[in-house]
């Protein structure tokens, strides 16, 4: 059996169209997987339903599976899509991360917290040591994203679920994390489970990818097959209106149009 | 030269640490003349968020000036600020903080029309579903609270709010990276159209250098608090002059298959 797998997943949130419908998909130990798509397509619930953490007012149909009992928390470290949801705003930052590795590991608080000053460091967060008495709203966006992704690794987990995780990051710090998360998934067999919006990002981190639209899998594949040769219209859209450096830029940008055609509308 | 439709300078403005005051804007100067771009990228924690805060003062600066259409917004007393917010709206970093989560969307769209009286309470439903479609969002989410929506039609939520008022400049900190490539492209080209009808201007905060240069015509990049480096976007692109620039530019993530 995979590490993880996910067999006709759907999800409704009350009336209206089910915001997951029927996915499948599964993943190995030490293996990274991409989850790109439209906004709204899904992904965010994709990543709640594996970790358990659907509001009780979501009607859930089908199985996710793990090979081996995991405890949230412990072993399976989510990073949510605004950062402010993993962070309590009254307790310093440094109760929080420590807290973890107390609570799951055993550790002792001083240890705990000699960690987590470790870990802000590898996160380029300056002056560590001072960083973990304060409270969250005295850091930038980026700067409790990084937190909330410190206090989602505090545990040592098994399993990283992170969604957006450097969206708020400039280009280097996001490169920082990235080659963190690598060295994590390589040294550790760390497992990783990340949504992104930049198909660059995906194709440097992921191992696999899946493409989400409308609730549905259009493909999941390994990066280089479905990047390169795209099976479905729409990863083949969504690459085709990727802007970069490069980009010849008209009046305006290339938009999906119906039936995953890319349309630059007049300006 | 003519005044700017916004001309900020000297400003400054220290947060207390441990005891100690640290600079988060040490002495900052910019300008944004009406209908154009100026974008504004920098490494985290560089002082983005609290520059774009304290040019609307919902952080008051220790220092320096803050002119929209030529008049003085620090010191401004609170009945004159109020009747120039809706000329100068913002997009927050953190869209889930700046609603209240209980709220519905056509509230959240309506409140700007109700709290600067813009138009009568029997027009606010239609305007809000307009707002809702240039975003592209569906009408069905007008009666949903915010905190069932996804991060992006939340983020597309706080852009359709910032419209609401017709104003001149808006200042839109990350305001589509959450977005998908589509989505995104259609909000950006949706602020091209704005700015190109009614003169809008922007000052767009922007980890994301590719946007950047797509829609900006000038960009400052900041560094611990200050401007180190200011140009058109063609020749900050082809040139950049400061380490913390070319740094930026050379991590941008590359597209790598196979
Ligand atoms: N609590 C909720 N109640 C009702 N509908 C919800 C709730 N949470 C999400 N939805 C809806 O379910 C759909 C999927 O949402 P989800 O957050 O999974 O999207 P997403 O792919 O993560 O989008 P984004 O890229 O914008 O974050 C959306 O249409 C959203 O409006
Ligand atoms: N309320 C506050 N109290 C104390 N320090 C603060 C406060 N707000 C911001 N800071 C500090 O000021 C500096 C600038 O923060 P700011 O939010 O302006 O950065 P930013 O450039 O927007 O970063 P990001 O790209 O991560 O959003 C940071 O070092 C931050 O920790
Ligand atoms: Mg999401
Ligand atoms: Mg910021």
């Known amino acids: 059996m995979s590490f993880l797998s996910v067999r006709g997943l759907g999800v409704a949130y009350g009336r209206g169209p089910p915001a997951l419908a029927d996915i499948t998909l599964a993943l190995d130990a030490g293996q990274r997987l991409a989850v790109l798509g439209e906004s709204g397509s ?3 619930t994709l990543a709640m339903a594996i970790c358990g953490l659907l509001p009780p007012t979501a009607a859930v149909s089908g199985t996710v599976g793990f090979a081996a009992p995991l405890l949230l928390g412990r072993d399976v470290g989510v990073v949510f899509q605004d950062p402010n949801g993993s962070l309590n705003p009254v307790l310093s930052i440094g109760e929080q991360i420590a807290e973890v590795a107390v609570v799951h590991r055993g550790r002792s608080w001083r240890a705990a917290r000699a960690e987590a000053a470790r870990l ?11 960083a973990l008495s304060r409270h969250p709203h005295e850091f930038s966006g980026g700067q409790r994203q990084r937190i909330a992704l410190a206090a989602a690794l505090a545990a040592d987990p098994v399993l990283l679920v992170a969604d957006e995780p450097t969206s708020a990051l400039d280009t280097v710090m996001q490169h920082q994390i990235v080659g963190l998360l690598d060295e994590l998934v390589r040294e550790r067999g760390l497992t990783l489970l990340f949504i992104t919006h930049d198909i660059a990002l995906a194709s440097m981190l992921g191992d696999e990818v899946a493409v989400l639209h409308g609730g549905r899998l259009m493909e999941a594949g390994p990066v280089a097959q479905v990047l390169r040769r795209p099976a479905h219209r729409y990863t083949a859209a ?7 450096l490069d980009t ?20 | 030269m003519a005044e700017a439709l916004l001309e900020v300078s000297g400003l400054r403005k220290s947060f207390w640490r441990a005891g100690r005051a640290v600079a988060a804007l040490d002495g900052v100067a910019l300008r944004v003349p009406a209908g154009t771009t100026l974008a504004l990228a920098g490494a985290s924690g560089s002082g983005k968020s609290t520059l774009a805060r304290c040019i609307l003062r919902l952080t008051e600066p220790d220092a320096g000036s803050v002119r929209f259409a030529g008049t003085e917004l620090l010191g401004l007393a609170p009945a004159a600020l109020r009747a120039i917010r809706p000329r100068v709206q913002m997009v927050f970093q953190d869209p889930a903080a700046a609603f209240n989560p209980r709220a519905s969307v056509a509230r959240i769209l309506a409140d700007p029309l109700r709290v600067n009286a813009l138009a009568p309470r029997g027009e606010w439903r239609a305007r809000a579903l307009a707002l809702l479609d240039m975003v592209r969002l569906p009408a069905a989410l007008i009666d949903r609270r915010s905190d069932e929506l996804s991060g992006g039609q939340r983020q597309r939520v706080a852009i359709a709010r910032a419209l609401a008022t017709n104003p001149e400049l808006v200042v839109l900190d990350e305001p589509v990276s959450a977005l998908d490539v589509s989505v995104r492209n259609a909000v950006l080209n949706l602020l091209l159209d704005l700015q190109q009808r009614s003169g809008l201007a922007y000052l767009l905060i922007a980890h994301d250098l590719a946007v950047v240069r797509a829609v900006a015509g000038a960009v400052a990049v900041m560094e611990a608090g200050r401007i180190v480096e200011h140009g058109t976007v063609a020749e900050v692109f082809a040139r950049p002059q400061a380490v913390a620039t070319q740094r930026l530019l050379a991590a941008v993530p590359r597209l790598v298959v196979g």
């Open chain 1, 42 to 44: 899904g992904k965010s």
């Open chain 1, 248 to 267: 010849r830029i008209g009046a305006r940008l290339p938009e999906i149009g119906a039936d995953f055609a890319v349309v630059v509308p007049h300006g």
């Open chain 1, 120 to 130: 802000l460091d590898r996160m380029g967060i300056a002056q560590p040591h001072a």
């Open chain 1, 238 to 244: 969504l690459l085709a209106a990727r802007l970069d």
